[in-house]
């Protein structure tokens, strides 16, 4: 049996945070924010809990959570728990530094997806961009490089099997922290891999990168692993180790795990969002944002249009455009101050998700921003609490969902999978049952058939076996369709049947072989001796919290400086000077603080590299598209520029950047080795930026202007560039 | 001795066999037969515990499947037991020696970076003569890589360094001891291949004994990683529990690795090459010795100091006694036949032949990494040796414990585990005053010694050695020790409840689970995939023995490799071409002078912060570490002429080196010198010079005393591009002082890249 003092002891420092009462103080706050059936379960489940249990959780040590909150002493001991509850958090920290742990797991999940998408998408590109067969080897970042103090891991691989090895790893990486495998090892490792990855090639970072880079570094400071992660998995199957139907039923033991945290990175993330929409919404002063053009324009930048985008400016009247330009601004303006209002927060940070959802959603339907839309988005993931929770769960734990498991009780590893369905049912969908338990078998069903199959009986009292029951489980389970669905599709279904059986068949064998309990096997020695509360940990975990909440403070007072040394309108205003640490400390992790998207106009015109090459055999070719070179600027549907082409292409053009247009003669020279074919050598061209004024609302063609050389390799004959260069076109 | 210990190692491979190892009767049968009182655990047993298990299994599984015998049982007996006495010979450790191996290989490798940390901004960072930029736009070879490349300043690499110092320290007290090995192995090789100009044959040896090594378990003993295990695998409660010792048992299980097999074959080829590559006339007459200790970059005080006094006929005799323990090295140490005798003699022979190298010479790392290798060889007779003598010469102690008290008990535990040879006996006084006491096993209770003093007193009956204790002594710390055992052990219930070890004195006594299959299955498959690839580096060496020696017919020299094997041996760079000294040693010297003008005037040389000199053949060397030394030889070299306007970037920042504004160059003159080596008795011959770079112009350049010869500028051939991407040095680069990180050059007009959108 289980008992609270196995659990406090077991308890590594970041997970103690949960469990003890740094927050049981605020439980009563706590509860009292949740809506619906959360604090009757919550009720419902002390009082199920066994008295032995009960009993244990006096001896309970005290524990602590640094920074904010008293310490607490374990949530086994009423009295000490009424005396947590009488101590309040403050109001200042319910507000403003209060987070979900499941919430949290849910933002980890969400930020890792994010964080292996951004990588796949760069490893389909690395070719041109992270290669020194690229458009920016390494020596040349390293010799020029593109800003102060850049600093990345990936300069020091060059060829293309070198950075994929190189990108495989930091994959891996990606994936331990999506799935919470040693999860604060693998969120620093992360960190250093994205900020790396976005340093590595300066031409294609944008505000998204600079987003994605802040809050995975401001999340550092945060308990992302406590929960919906293996490592919240392996610690609940460390500490209580079920044997019956009983315990695996008992839910009661993970009572306080789910009490809210309290940091001050929570805080630091709000007033990070707020300055973003607000120096976003206030740079926004030029014309076309005053007109309620903005949006006309914007849909006409053909380097990052998407289809939808394209569709949109061709279909949308310009007065529907117009009226979600100052829609926009206003629910920039929203967001800016809606997470700092101190009332209502509930409801209010709800709104500010759905608006945030709204206006992200929109952009990156319309444009390619690379992962930017998609990270603003993620954060108010951190602003749901368990009222949010609760309503979820009413959508999972829907009672369609419920099952009843019934399991053979003599199988070491049908009891481990049933302890590992228990940690993966947040909502409690799953009901256990020992197969010799027969009162508890529904009517009908043969206690025979148990002995050979696990039975998944349904809520209408149908049952399922075999490889259906196990599909029926699983499903129950929040996405858990996701991992089954093979199971319903032929010739899947037959495979996963002959699996079940070949399994099932040789549980006992397979119960052994994994060290796991069996008919006429003795478990393992010992399993529920518990540990000892450690103080020493407990002291070290303080300190620990206090050197984080420290270091919070200090990111947040060095980006403070930023913020007003980045935005012109504050250096407007006010100038400060700073010292050359803060400012690496800055450049390092490339953690800016300006933000103007679009700002203070948005662009009024739009343009594209072209290159018209020749190749040894005579042949017209742009090696940057594989087709013949096409100087007509005016497009409808739009370039089709994936993010990176787009900003380099961008960038490569301005004369700041001159210096580098020698490593992209040197990508294009290679043309004829990317494709393999030997009569793709290039032999001359020329680099061209073209573009066209867009067109002004009511018009459909933009006004293209002259084409201006960036390089030249070589002599271009009959360049078709030649007719463009004359005024107003061909 | 050598007849016994093979008998006891014989019956303890046979006893697995028999019984398998999946259950500690195993163990006991083993052990029973055992010299020592050390005991194999089955918990404790690896990877290489696991072969002896599928050697055992192997039959057993055939029996099942039910395949007729095709060959005859003698037949198959005689195999397997050939199969043994090959294992036995060539691929068979104890692991106390790996973790004696482990101590020596952290030390060397502490020890070996730490000696580059002066030179760090010199040869590792922008601020030195070869910028990371140029390292790799410039690559000194095909299929170089290092994580030193990705670091720029000063700062960022000294970040780096003490991390690389961090994971040493972390091998070398054997702390999550794979994972550290592998990631020593990483920055060992990057480190080496950030600036391949100082790489030498030492560079390369302590690689390859780094790499092998990293597939051997060498945390099994004498590590931090053990004394976990110890611990997770028994929880004593109590004193009798503490007086048994027969759980947790002290690992002695053999190690049987193909890796073993690759360093003894790896250190035969090393000697055997070396040996035979020898056939230069110096090897022959004798002299060269002679020539090698005219080396005045590389002669150590000592060398120039016997190179005077030490006879011609005692040269040649160290001549021909280092080209003859060359050529009978690789025979003993490969002999099948009184191997255990002929690899002691082979190890006194390395060591007597590399401290002698070492003592005349730098050569880096090279002579302490040869050495090194031996010791994963040491037998366990000789550990059983050791422990009879240690027995012998240690003395008992009793420890008093108040058995009651959970930190006494805890101590007891820690004390046990460095008991190997079984000299302590706790003693159970419940409600003890002092809570821990040790005293000699006649003297009376009242006699105990408590606090540092005790622990000193224990260090006569500890199987460690007692000069690892010698921090016991140390004024300070020994006082700070006594302070917080006495304050602990005074209050010592409220000390285990803050250590939560309060409770010991009321468990059960706790004995880990056996393996199960799962984890031995995974276990095996671990090792077995490792043994893969043990195999294929090992195809990838031999592959680079026969492409590298010149002693291998040009007909077995493989035609074509493919470029993943060849990329296999340069990217760890594990090269395999054994020539040092050979086929003569160097019959020429020199040294690489700046003559440099401050702006106040006063001549300086930037390389050693003197006054420059043009002196050749000093009393007693030029007094170079090996980095400088390496680095003043190849940059001679008209092959790395393409590196020397590095050379100028880096000599112009001097000023910024010292600090001092008026250490500012105006102009400066590089000068190799070089001196041809007369042979013995001979005058010295004129030595010549040769301007490597110039900078402005050095008025009143010092005086050149002899004539000059007017040997040419040597013409440097273009450097093969090794990497795709490299760009040809179509135009020449802009000074890199102006263009490294930060610089006017590079920064934007309006800062640093900021996000634009």
Redesign the interface.
Known sequence: MTDSTDRDSDAPSEDRDLDDAESVADAKAARASEPGDAPVRRKKRRKKRPKDAAASHEDDSPTDEAGHTDVAESAGSEAKLDKKKEASPGWFAEHYLKADPRWLGVFRIVLGVILCVDLLRRWANAGAFYTNDGIYPNHYSLFAPMGRHVFSIYHAFSSYGEVSVAFGITLCVFLCFLFGYRTKLFHVLSAICITSLNARNLFVENGGTVVVNIITIWTLFLPLGNRLSLDAVRKSMKRFKERSAAELNDRSADEGIDLPVYRLAIFALILQWSVIYFFNTVHKSGHGWQDGSALHWFVYQDRIITAFGVWVRNNVPFGVLRFLTYATLVVEGTLAGILLIPFGQKWFRRLAFVLAFGLHGNIAAMSRLGPFSYVMVSFFVLMLGGADWAAVGRYFGKEKRRRTVIYDADCGICLLTCRILKRLDPFQRLTFVENWDLEKLPEGLDPAVTEQSVVAVMPDGSYRTESNAVFEIIRALPFGIALVWWLKVPPFSSLGMWLYRKIASNRIQISVWLGLGACGVARHAAANVPDEPKPWRESLSRFGGALRELGTLFLLVILGSQVMVDNSWVTSKIRIKRPQWVEELVDYPRLYQGWRMFAPEPPYDDGTVVVDARTVDGRKIDPLTGKEPDFNPDTPTGWGHNQFWCDYENKIRFGGNAHHRKNLEDYLMKYSERTGNPKDKIVAFDVWWIEDKSPPPGQKHGIPRRPQKLISHGVVKDSLATPWLKQGGP | MSERGDSDAQVELEDEEATGTDDASTDDASTDDAATDDASTDDAATEDAGSADERAEAPSAESVAGEPATVSEPVVSAWRRFGRAVAERYATVDPRSLGLFRWILGTLLLVDLLRRYPDLVDHFT?EGWL???????RPMSNHL????????TPG?VKVLFWIHVAVYFCLWIGWRTRLMHVLSALLLCSISSRSILMENGGYVVLILLTVWSMFLPLGRRFSVDSMLTSLRQRREPSVEALNDRASPRLDTRPVVNLAATALLFQWAVIYYFNAVHKNGPPWKDGTAVYYFLQQDRMISPFGGWIRHHLPLWAIKGMSWSALAIEFVLPALILTPIFFRRARLLAWALILALHLGIDSMVQLGPFSWAMMAMMSIFVHADFWSTLAARQRKKRSTRRVLLDSDNGLALTLGRLIKRFDGQGLVHFVSLPGYAQGFGVLEESASESTALSGVAGLRSLTHALSTPRFVWFWLYLPGISHGIDGWLTRAMKDREAAA????????PT??D??A???????R?LRRLGFGLSQLVVAYLMLAAVSQVLVENRAVPDSMKPKHRPEWLEATIVYPRMFQGWSMFAPQPPNDDGVIVVDAVTEDGRHIDPLTGKPPTFEMSPETGYHLNQIWCDWMRRMSEGRFRAYLPGVKDYLLKYHERTGNPHDRIVAFDMWSLHERVPPPGAPHPTPTRTRLISHGLVKDPLPWAWPEQGRSVPQAPPIKRG?????PALAP?PS?SK?R??GP?????G???????
């Open positions: 922008n910028p990371n930029h140029f390292a790799l736009f890589w290092s994580i030193y490349h990705a670091f720029s960022e409840k803050r250590l939560g070890v309060a409770t010991l468990l059960p706790e004995v689970p056996a393996e199960s299959g799962a984890q299955a990497r795709p991407g490299n760009k680069l890199s263009l990180p930060g050059l590079f920064q934007h007009p800062g640093p890249s900021k996000p634009t959108q």
